[in-house]
């Protein structure tokens, strides 16, 4: 496969290396927060490159991609093994990876440093044809890196979403997940930081995030990613979860149910509450208004 069009521009926002990696951050002490363990990144590397197999794979080959961007892409291994199945593959996340990046001694002009309150990408618009975001959504305009909703969120996940958006070809895909706020349990994070007593309370017995599906929540539905893409020229279809989750934080018992009712939910329940996950594949089928503004050439 031939190189991607894409660049690595200073003049945009590419500051320095860091550990060889290209950082759209000016310093070191950027104050995103770093959450990653060791035992963490060693569950994530094991999981991932069966959701890379299993689920981004077959979603690559469907469109018929050739350059992949995983933006959030954590320690690496999906972008590593989509390398190893000769994709043109990207990655992007925040100050901390890197170390994990360069003890499996992934390429340096594959990754790149990403700061948490700046919503650039040092890609040109439209130069990749599939870009995948999973378990990052729900973080993105937080104080805290998870829970605590800054009063602008809105705001700056739509910004974060056009930029995501402006980099994928038109005719290319991008694809959002990340757990569903209309679904009222959440088994991979804590509550929202303003969470009511009842939730609280409902979520000590049951082991697992217990949230009222309406109102304010640092997780997105649907609605949500609709609302924010309004008006603008992209086709929102919701995919299955199906082949992606692995359910290990779901109690042993109840992980036989749990698993059944994601393979047999029907299609038109997809995009609905019904969903623990907004999944959602986003089509580009026109130019964005902020292709131009924002284009690093």
């Not at 350059?67 to 199945?85: E, F, H, N, Y």
């Not at 939730?199 to 017995?205: I, P, W």
């Not at 026109?286 to 131009?292: A, H, I, R, S």
Request: charged share 25%; aromatic share 10%.
């Amino acid at each position: 496969m031939s190189e991607p069009d894409v660049v690595i521009a200073p003049a945009v926002g590419v500051h320095k290396r860091i550990n060889g990696y290209g950082a759209t951050i000016s310093t070191e002490d950027d104050p995103s927060p770093d959450t990653t363990t060791e035992e963490y990144a060693g569950e994530q590397s094991e999981a991932n490159v069966r959701k890379t197999l299993d689920y981004i794979l077959p979603l690559a080959q469907s469109i018929r991609a050739r350059t992949v961007l995983d933006v959030g892409c954590g320690i690496g291994t999906m972008v590593r093994t989509l390398l190893d199945k000769g994709y043109d593959a990207y990655g992007t996340d925040l100050l901390g990876l890197e170390r994990y990046w360069s003890r499996q001694d992934l390429p340096r002009d594959r990754f790149f440093i990403v700061g948490a309150g700046d919503t650039r990408l040092p890609f040109r618009s439209s130069s990749v044809d599939f870009a995948f975001t999973l378990g990052v959504i729900e973080h993105v305009g937080t104080s805290n890196g998870h829970s605590d909703r800054l009063p602008d969120y809105r705001e700056i996940r739509r910004r974060w979403l056009l930029e995501l958006l402006r980099v994928v070809r038109v005719g290319g895909c991008a694809l959002i997940g990340g757990p569903n706020r209309s679904f009222p349990v959440d088994a991979a994070h804590g509550l929202d930081s303003k969470a009511s007593v009842i939730e609280r309370t409902l979520s000590r017995f049951a082991g697992v995030s217990i949230h009222k599906p309406w109102g304010e929540n640092f997780l997105w539905s649907y609605g949500d990613l609709r609302g924010l893409l309004d008006g603008l020229p992209l086709q929102i279809e919701p995919v299955s979860i199906r082949g992606y989750v692995g359910f290990s934080r779901v109690p042993r018992w109840l992980r036989p149910a749990v698993e059944a009712y994601v393979d047999l939910l029907p299609r038109f329940l997809l995009g609905t509450g019904f969903n623990p996950w907004m999944m959602a594949l986003i089509r580009k089928t026109g130019t964005l208004p902020n292709e131009v503004s924002n284009d690093p050439s």
